[in-house]
């Protein structure tokens, strides 16, 4: 550890391809992180794509190996991957590959470092990481997010039994070669345990949120103003359209609930199952749900605010269940209530918090139920909305986390563990 001319005591790289800051759409979890172990006085540099994940579209003026970038005191080094994320999966794959090769190289221009983590998924970023902790002799921490192969195989996008086996020896590696793991998501650990990895090897940082960003008492008077919807029970939907996200069931329950008038799904977000959906909503000539784009992640608090109930969503697959997803958790802090149809330790936390209503996933009609009856008795949705912010801010608060996190780091890196919690 040293404090020489930058004057930090310690230099974390994190190898994050689908790294969003808050002016980009995404989940901004590394970022707040980040923000409160550079306060500490450590450094912290993000070797992030310079293509978006989630809408495919390239985030610097122009392609080049590397692009860098200071967000709140975090470094970021947007390293080119080609913009193919949303075309096939073989030139997904691709992408991945090539960003891969790309954040190595700038991973080892990043300056000395006493700590390097990767995270998964995808899969391969977490190799750059292992390879530069290794040539640089540093400790590894693998974070996994994702339970991937495991995902890509129970919703179908891996099915070669080549790849599978491939793929599992790859995960077994990388879970070997780790000085050490973090998951987001209690069950991941016990996933991990049941892989033979051991109990000291992992810790828990769980998803969670920085609530003081969000409005519980606003009215989201410009969002509703701009689509439309001031005499509206808003319903909406923020995060990915992809194949796991099961949006064809809230269209579904759309669908059932043309003779409220008074109910309004807003589904804001992009991804590759965008224009299908948008398809099949004017097949069935809905209009009861708007498309509003994706929003970067500092525009959500506001677009929550306009809302009266949040949905989360996710297939009826069992490894699902495993999941702390974070639109979760940012609808608990905007003091909406959750219609949550995604089981496991997700509805844990919803029905510890009275925050909202659980439902059976892959079910339109129990969705649409439960978006009626919230509409029906608003009071008791308002309710539910302000003990799910109440829950969230005393269980799952981004600034207890982020000093969790900072001992993590500095008790593999050999640096002083105790820190005094940053403003």
């Not at 009275?354 to 308002?382: E, N, T, V, Y």
Request: charged share 25%; hydrophobic share 45%.
């Amino acid at each position: 550890m040293r404090r020489g001319h930058n004057d930090f005591l310690m230099h974390t790289l994190l190898i994050h391809q689908a790294f969003a800051a808050t002016s980009d759409p995404g989940g901004t979890r590394h970022l707040e992180l980040a923000r409160y172990v550079v306060a500490a006085g450590d450094k912290v540099t993000i070797v992030a794509s310079d293509v978006n994940y989630g809408t495919g579209e390239r985030v610097t003026p122009r392609p080049r190996l590397v692009t860098e970038e200071h967000v709140d005191g975090v470094r970021i080094l947007r390293s080119f991957t080609p913009a193919w994320v949303r075309r096939s999966y073989l030139l997904r794959v691709i992408a991945f590959l090539v960003f891969m090769v790309t954040a190595t190289i700038n991973g080892l221009k990043a300056g000395p470092v006493d700590l390097v983590i990767g995270t998964s998924p995808p899969i391969f970023q977490a190799l750059s990481a292992w390879l530069i902790a290794v040539i640089r002799r540093k400790p590894f921490l693998l974070e996994i997010r994702d339970l991937w192969p495991e995902f890509a195989i129970d919703i179908g996008v891996l099915k070669n039994p080549v790849l599978i086996a491939l793929s599992r020896r790859l995960e077994g590696f990388l879970y070997d070669q780790a000085t050490h793991l973090l998951v987001n998501s209690p069950a991941y650990r016990t996933y991990l345990i049941d892989k033979g990895v051991p109990y000291g090897k992992i810790s828990l940082v769980p998803n969670g949120v920085e609530a003081d960003i969000f409005y519980p008492d606003r009215d989201g008077e410009s969002v509703r103003r701009a689509f439309r919807l001031d005499d509206k029970f808003v319903v909406s939907y923020a995060g990915a359209f992809g194949m796991a996200n099961d949006l064809d069931t809230l269209v579904r329950a759309a669908d059932r609930l043309r003779s409220r008038p008074d109910v309004h799904i807003l589904l804001i977000g992009d991804g590759k199952e965008r224009e299908r959906l948008e398809s099949e909503v004017s097949n069935r000539n809905l209009s009861n749900i708007t498309f509003t784009g994706p929003r970067p992640k500092r525009e959500i608090p506001n677009v929550l605010a306009a809302s009266d109930a949040c949905v989360a969503i996710l297939k009826n697959i069992p490894m699902f269940r495993t999941t702390y997803p974070n639109k979760v958790f940012d609808s608990m802090a905007a003091g909406r209530p959750t219609v949550l149809a995604i089981d496991g330790v997700i509805r844990d936390v919803i029905e510890a918090s009275h925050g909202g209503i659980f439902l059976p996933p892959g079910d339109d009609a129990a969705l649409a139920d439960a978006i009626r009856k919230l509409a029906d008795d608003p009071a008791r949705a308002r309710q539910m909305g302000a003990a799910a912010r109440e829950y969230v801010v005393r269980n799952f608060n981004r600034k207890d986390q982020a000093m969790t996190f900072l001992r993590l780091l500095r008790s593999i890196a050999g640096a002083p563990v105790e820190v005094a919690a940053a403003d």
